[in-house]
């Protein structure tokens, strides 16, 4: 075997350390046997499957397999990839430096990007004309790929050492051979913000084709309304009116360049924060179909950002007050409609006059309905159950009941809080693995509560947060009364190591009385006792609340256990990363969440800062209408941030009031017991639990047989779930990550076990069966949460019921409409309906007294004519809308 060849056989060992790859024949560009991107025994997932494989056939190749290997790949087939890339706000060359892990092919070098967790992806291709002027089938111009995005299942790319079939010559890295995932750079922002709106942002980069031709047909006008967003509802009142008004009256480019975009009368214009340069801001041929121009925008920073057409009303009201015309309300809509008024100087229009629909029938010809109340609108999904109190950790478990009890609030609600803070305590300082083969998990949670606004969220959260605020007092309290004892050893380490190397520089300075140069020794035990004196003057944190990066990263350093960031409102922290200057800490934080990583920061103003460890937990609430805001900007399964959050809580029963409960105060006993377990659990290290490796150092805990076996069996089961394509893919990739749940979970349960038994703990290097029975039935409870979370199983006729409500809120559905009418007006916006969707809404609102559906025959109509169809509305119809986004109803 030559040299370079053994090279090329290493550089496939070291890539099947970490990925999966498939066989590529000699002479191919790919594999060719059936299944191989869905058969995993033709998969290559180990070094020695590597070598023997291409031992076995050395003219043969390997593949990456994207979806399995979590990587993406960007494939540059031409030129104008720079050119197309441009034009949405891509800088290629800049992409390309920052990833060193590329493999050079024929055309040109292809960089590996690191997928990040839970995020699904699909395989795009940009082509344009031949320029030579060669024709494909049809006559028409045949196509020419310029670059693709290649990811998800189904996909691979060749690597080294496969030999190209028409050059003959072997791909090769460009750079580095990644030895683990981790080392690959996650896949940008810009680049994932463009495979995630490609739909929307292909036509530009068609657009930006320098040989196309200069008059392309114009595209067919597009009924914004139909898309789901338009200002101009289509309607004929005074709402529409004043929309129509402010798009008269106030262009696209004034409304722009009163919030910094740059740019000529007709565009493009440059959104004022933008990396790029490039001016990703243009009109579209398409219009209002009240003949409004429209404008779209591709940076993917910008607040138009989202590939939706906006009118200058829609602009407007987004950059001047903030609300997204395509996902407003009908209170919301309403109020930017008089504040247009007020900014053009214009009267307000009336409630219910934004819109248009069919005309209100007048009260005299509609006979008189006998009413009922009106019962709200049955609940979007099928309620959370409360928490078995058998699920609860015994050592925990009366107390828990007790707090409740007297918050009058469901065990969930306490008890997930309580869960984060345990593992919050343990964090990275004691592990577990599920398995030998698999890494080992720490103990870090991410947590929420999500409810109305009186839910007692901030009670819960601080109830689950007092032991890592307890440990943080007295870690202050402990630093601030041994501070002098503490800064006089660090002064003494400090004179002691600057009098050594003053020693050195008499000494190689030389002239005068000789003087004795110190020893190596002497100086790096001066300099070791400086770092340990300086250590001691830090404190080790344990929970903190509004970090930036910077900071939170210099924490982490100094706190390899971890640190777990509490908020008692979340929304502000989701807030937080879309400020200007904190874009990038959405990503240190899916990093920090893992727990199992290093990181090294490095800032103009801070310097380098390298945290051995990243482990960070977070624990906070939020509200349904602030969630639903997050979920509605969320594309798919996202970057898996809230995925993260897998201790969710959110209710749906609550307990009967019971005044008297709630004023019976909780034993202090019962409080203090249950402290003490809680602050023992920081006491623990595998060290102390026995957990070592022979040559003595710390080791991560494993199961017991019995305990293993509980694990096997429901990682079976999950594995199964996981394939249900029936469920969203949100909800698919959030309990992907159950399997790391489980161990935390488990993990926390045997700690509690451990510190509650002492000495009596018969295993405590061992995770026993009911810690992970107790960890498998919480993960179960977890997913009801999650589908909660993620909209699964939603009652589709409540939604649309809710719906047509809307509509009789805006006056645009009224008493006496027929329903071919309603259907009609619910066809011209977003919400059309087919006639079963409609007849299935009308039933709920039926049911609840919202609404009734009266059939008649038209007078002087023959026996037995078509009937028609009435709608009567009931005048307090919308009071079924009370509680539609309580504690029972998804946002």
């Known amino acids: 075997m030559t040299a370079p060849f053994a090279d090329r056989i290493a550089q496939a060992e070291a890539l099947a350390s970490w990925a999966a790859l498939v066989p590529v024949p000699q002479g191919t560009k790919g594999p060719r046997a059936k299944g191989w991107d869905s ?49 949405v706000g891509v800088d290629l060359a800049a992409v390309l430096a920052s990833n060193p892990y590329r493999v050079r092919g024929k055309k040109g070098e292809k960089p590996i990007f690191r997928v990040p967790d839970g995020l699904s992806l699909n395989r795009h291709a940009l082509s344009w004309p031949d320029p030579s002027g060669k024709k494909g089938p049809g006559g028409r111009p045949a196509p020419l790929t310029i670059f693709e995005l290649r990811g998800g ?9 496969s030999v190209h079939p028409d050059t003959g010559r072997p791909y090769e890295w460009t750079g580095p051979v990644p030895a683990s995932l981790g080392e690959l750079p996650e896949l940008p922002p810009e680049l994932l913000s463009l495979w995630q709106r490609w739909a929307a942002l292909l036509p530009v980069m068609r657009a930006a084709c320098p040989w196309a031709p200069a008059e ?63 001016a990703g801001v243009r009109l579209r041929p398409e219009r209002t179909p009240r003949g409004a121009q429209v404008v779209m925008s591709w940076h993917a920073a910008d607040p138009l950002g989202d590939g939706l057409p906006r009118d200058a009303f829609g602009v407007w009201a987004l950059l001047a007050e903030g609300v997204d015309v395509y996902t407003a309300d009908p209170a919301q809509r309403r109020e930017l409609v008089k504040r247009a008024a007020r900014v053009l100087g214009l009267p307000e229009p009336e409630r219910g006059s934004a819109g248009g629909g069919a005309p209100r029938p007048a009260a005299a010809d509609l006979p008189p309905v006998a009413w009922g109340e009106v019962a709200p609108l049955p609940p979007v999904t099928e309620p959370v159950p409360p928490l078995p109190v058998e699920l609860l950790p015994a050592p925990l478990a009366q107390w828990i009941q007790a707090e409740a009890r007297a918050a009058g609030l469901p065990l969930e609600v306490l008890a997930g809080p309580v869960l984060v803070g ?26 929420a509560v999500c409810g109305r606004p009186g839910l007692k969220k901030t009670y819960a959260v601080n109830r689950g947060a007092a032991v890592l605020t307890r440990a943080q007092k007295a870690e202050f309290d402990r630093l601030d009364a041994q501070r002098s004892e503490l800064e006089t050893a660090r002064g003494k380490a400090a004179a002691q190591l600057e009098a050594l190397e003053a020693r050195v520089k008499r000494a190689f300075k030389g002239g005068g009385k000789p003087v004795e140069m110190p020893s190596d020794d002497e100086l790096t035990e001066a300099r070791e006792a400086l770092r340990e004196a300086e ?109 993260r959050f897998q201790v969710f809580i959110w209710p749906d029963i609550f307990p009967e009031f019971d005044q008297a409960a709630q004023r019976e105060p909780v034993s202090e006993a019962l409080r203090e017991a249950a402290a003490a377990v809680l602050d023992g659990l920081g006491t623990l290290t595998p060290e102390s639990l026995g957990s070592v490796y022979p040559s003595g150092g710390p080791a991560p805990l494993l199961y017991t047989p019995e305990a293993q076996a509980v694990y096997d069996a429901w990682e079976r089961q999950h594995a199964q779930a996981l394939k249900d394509l029936s469920r969203g893919e949100a909800y698919r990739a959030h309990i992907s990550k159950q399997p790391a749940t489980f161990a935390r979970l488990a993990l926390i349960f045997h700690a509690l076990d451990v510190v509650t038994l002492g000495s009596a703990h018969p295993q405590p290097a061992r995770v026993g069966a009911e810690a992970a029975a107790l960890a498998a039935v919480w993960c179960e409870y977890l997913a009801a949460h999650a589908r909660k979370l993620w909209r699964e199983g939603r009652r589709a006729d ?69 009937p028609v169809k009435t709608l009567r509305v009931h005048p307090d119809a919308l009071a079924a809308l009370d509680g539609a986004e309580g504690e029972g109803v998804s946002a």
């Open 216 to 278: 392309l047909p114009a595209p067919a006008e597009r009924d914004l309304n139909r898309l789901g967003g338009g200002s101009s509802r289509g309607g004929e009142g005074e709402g529409a009116s004043v929309i129509d008004t402010f798009n008269a009256s106030r262009s696209l480019a004034e409304v722009l360049g009163e919030h910094g975009y740059k740019g000529g009368p007709h565009g493009p214009w440059l959104y004022p924060g933008s990396s790029s340069g490039q």
């Open 153 to 161: 299942a189904g996909v691979q790319d060749v690597m080294p050492p």
């Open 798 to 866: 409540v939604l649309d019921a809710q719906t047509v409500l809307g509509y009789v809120e805006r006056g645009r559905v009224c008493d006496g409409h027929k329903v071919a009418d309603v259907r009609r007006v619910l066809a011209e916006g977003k919400a059309g309906m087919t006639g079963p969707r409609l007849d299935a809404a009308l039933k709920v609102l039926s049911e609840c007294g919202a609404a009734r559906v009266e059939v008649s025959t038209p007078p002087g109509g023959k026996a037995g004519g078509r």
């Open 422 to 447: 345990a593992g919050g305590m343990l964090s990275a300082a004691v592990k577990l693995k599920n398995a030998p083969n698999t890494p080992a998990v720490p103990a870090n949670l991410w947590g």
């Open 535 to 643: 250590a001691a003057l830090t404190a080790r944190w344990y929970v903190v609340n509004d970090p930036n990066a910077e900071t939170l990263g210099e924490i982490l350093r100094d706190s390899p256990q971890g640190v777990t960031v509490v908020r008692d409102e979340l929304t502000g922290w989701l807030a937080g990363f879309e400020r200007s200057g904190r874009e990038t800490e959405r990503a240190f934080y899916l990093e920090a969440a893992n727990g199992t990583e290093s990181f090294t920061l490095k800032r103009v103003s801070r310097g380098v800062v390298h945290i051995p460890l990243m482990c960070a937990g977070v624990l906070g609430g939020i509200q349904p209408g602030p969630l639903a805001d997050v979920l509605d900007a969320q594309r798919g399964a996202g970057d898996g941030l809230l995925q």
């Open 39 to 87: 058969d995993p025994a033709q998969w290559i997932t180990t070094p020695s499957a590597a070598r023997e494989y291409l031992t076995a056939h050395p003219g043969a190749g390997v593949g990456l397999l994207h979806s399995e290997s979590q990587t993406a790949a960007l494939d540059i087939d031409h030129d104008g990839a720079a050119l197309a890339l441009a034009a």
